[in-house]
């Protein structure tokens, strides 16, 4: 019997949804076989019952396409459009609000809440010149999370890769300052002791480990035969 379905060509074609789908599935599921399927099932839109009866071949060849569109590097897209409204960046980092900071500690690093952490990286833009814009005042993630799990692939990954670098680099940066800053590192270490293990170092550690538990994602479940 034949069949017509429709693979996607890159990560612009595959949602956040579709992922957080799939990758629910991987971390519960070690079975190869089953995962082929569901990807097909998750990423072309199938039903299992159509992709058991495809051919050993095909389903190895399409899986292995998408396998390699998770495994190439991605960069950050400040813009990006869905449907009609054009949605992006946070433009200035050094201005993030409390209320973004911490609404982004809470997500980044949940699978379950990446379209969460997208709906405060991510707004609609509201004014625009050039190369330069303002997007809309940050009112809480849950104005566009569910909007956000529609947005596709290869802007997420962007984001996770830029905020990945951005924490080696900060990493790196503020221990090297603590270093050579004796005194300071004292004053962070005594204010980190009696805030019971919080504070700005302790902070710093835990966004890589969280970015760095979040980008293994990037692969998982998708090294199939």
Same mark, same amino acid.
């Given at each position: 019997m034949k069949i017509k379905i429709s693979i996607p060509t890159s990560l612009n074609e595959i949602t956040l949804e579709q992922y957080q789908r799939f990758i629910s599935i991987a971390e519960k599921n070690e079975d190869n076989n089953f995962l082929q399927l569901k990807m097909?099932?998750?990423?072309? !839109?199938?039903?299992?019952?159509?992709?058991? !009866?495809?051919?050993?071949?095909?389903?190895?060849? @399409?899986?292995?396409? @998408?396998?390699?569109?998770?495994?190439?590097?991605?960069?950050?897209?400040? @813009?990006?459009?869905?449907?009609?409204?054009?949605?992006?960046?946070?433009?200035?980092?050094?201005? @993030?609000?409390?209320?973004?900071?911490?609404?982004?500690?809470?997500?980044?690093?949940?699978?379950?809440?990446?379209?969460?952490?997208?709906?405060?990286?991510?707004?609609?833009?509201?004014?625009?010149?050039r190369d330069k814009y303002s997007i809309q005042d940050y009112n809480g993630s849950i104005t566009y999370c569910d909007v956000m799990k529609s947005m596709p692939m290869d802007v997420v990954f962007g984001a996770m890769v830029f905020f990945y670098n951005l924490s080696n680099e900060l990493l790196i940066s503020s221990l090297n300052f603590l270093e050579t800053n004796p005194e300071v590192k004292a004053l962070i270490d005594k204010h980190n002791s009696e805030l019971s293990g919080d504070g700005l170092a302790l902070t710093i550690l835990s966004v890589k480990v969280m970015l760095e538990d979040l980008m293994k994602y990037q692969n998982f479940g998708l090294s199939l035969p």
């Amino acid at each position: 019997m034949k069949i017509k379905i429709s693979i996607p060509t890159s990560l612009n074609e595959i949602t956040l949804e579709q992922y957080q789908r799939f990758i629910s599935i991987a971390e519960k599921n070690e079975d190869n076989n089953f995962l082929q399927l569901k990807m097909l099932e998750i990423f072309c !839109n199938v039903s299992l019952e159509i992709a058991s !009866n495809m051919s050993l071949k095909d389903v190895t060849e @399409i899986t292995a396409n @998408i396998n390699e569109m998770f495994a190439k590097e991605y960069k950050l897209q400040t @813009i990006f459009k869905l449907a009609d409204t054009n949605f992006g960046f946070i433009p200035n980092l050094d201005e @993030i609000s409390l209320g973004e900071f911490t609404d982004l500690d809470n997500y980044f690093g949940k699978m379950d809440k990446l379209h969460n952490a997208m709906a405060v990286l991510y707004r609609p833009i509201i004014d625009k010149f050039r190369d330069k814009y303002s997007i809309q005042d940050y009112n809480g993630s849950i104005t566009y999370c569910d909007v956000m799990k529609s947005m596709p692939m290869d802007v997420v990954f962007g984001a996770m890769v830029f905020f990945y670098n951005l924490s080696n680099e900060l990493l790196i940066s503020s221990l090297n300052f603590l270093e050579t800053n004796p005194e300071v590192k004292a004053l962070i270490d005594k204010h980190n002791s009696e805030l019971s293990g919080d504070g700005l170092a302790l902070t710093i550690l835990s966004v890589k480990v969280m970015l760095e538990d979040l980008m293994k994602y990037q692969n998982f479940g998708l090294s199939l035969p």
